[in-house]
């Protein structure tokens, strides 16, 4: 059974702290999407990582897939009340179809 | 807009009742996926279809039930409802291929009394 683990669970920081969530498996899997959603609304898709080791950045935020592709992080520079939400990470692991894992995520609050 | 369209947005009724989620993936998308999130967790996934076959399947309770139809739209049914299923239901769709990124819908506030 394939499992994504999100951690930590929930995360309260001030504004302008720097942050980093992890999202991690013993499974190896062919790409690592990160989402963000917020209240009420469905998850939006940040990024996709596919090469190991791969690292991505959109503005304040660095994704980064492990060598091994068995995990990745999300780091936040400099946080902004904006960035508050939950963030949640997919893993797409091919058997016998394509099915992507999802982990529990991890909620973030960015206090003004 | 992700371009997924679900309706109806809310929902209330009562327990013992039978209810129907509807909704439209974007267009040329082949595959659409239910997923239930209950408050303050993350995405449960329910069920998946591939241009009208049901492809994968998750934690979905034998009360629930799902089709696809030829349009590629559709409908998840929810009967004999308990409280314990008042939570948000999503649907989410993706190109051709099935594992590629899903775009979300945005859900369907399912509350029951």
């Known amino acids: 059974t394939q499992l994504l683990e999100q951690s930590p669970q929930f995360l309260s920081i001030q504004e302008g702290e720097n942050l980093t969530v992890y999202c991690n498996s013993s499974s190896v899997f062919s790409s690592l999407q990160w989402y963000r959603q917020e209240p009420g609304e469905g998850p939006v898709l940040l990024v996709t990582v596919v090469t190991g080791g791969e690292v991505k950045k959109l503005k304040r935020l660095t994704f980064q897939f492990g060598d091994a592709r068995k995990d990745s992080s999300l780091h936040i520079t400099a946080a902004q009340p904006g960035d508050t939400g939950l963030y949640l990470c997919?893993?797409?692991?091919?058997?016998?179809?394509?099915?992507?894992?999802w982990g529990a995520g991890t909620k973030l609050i960015i206090k003004p | 807009d992700s371009g997924v369209t679900q309706t109806p947005k809310h929902l209330i009724t009562a327990t013992g009742q039978r209810v129907t989620l509807r909704c439209s993936p974007r267009?040329?998308?082949?595959?659409v996926y239910w997923y239930q999130q209950s408050l303050d967790q993350g995405l449960q996934f329910l069920i998946q279809?591939?241009?009208?076959?049901?492809?994968a399947k998750g934690n979905i309770l034998e009360r629930f039930s799902a089709q696809q139809f030829p349009d590629l739209h559709s409908e998840l049914n929810l009967s004999s409802l308990e409280l314990g299923d008042s939570a948000l239901y999503f649907c989410?769709?993706?190109?051709?291929?099935?594992?590629?990124?899903?775009?979300f819908g945005p859900g369907t506030r399912l509350t029951v009394l």
């Open positions: 989410a769709s993706s190109a051709p291929g099935g594992g590629d990124t899903q775009y």
């Open positions: 997919a893993g797409d692991f091919f058997d016998s179809n394509y099915q992507l894992i």
């Open positions: 267009s040329g998308d082949l595959s």
């Open positions: 279809y591939y241009n009208g076959e049901e492809r």
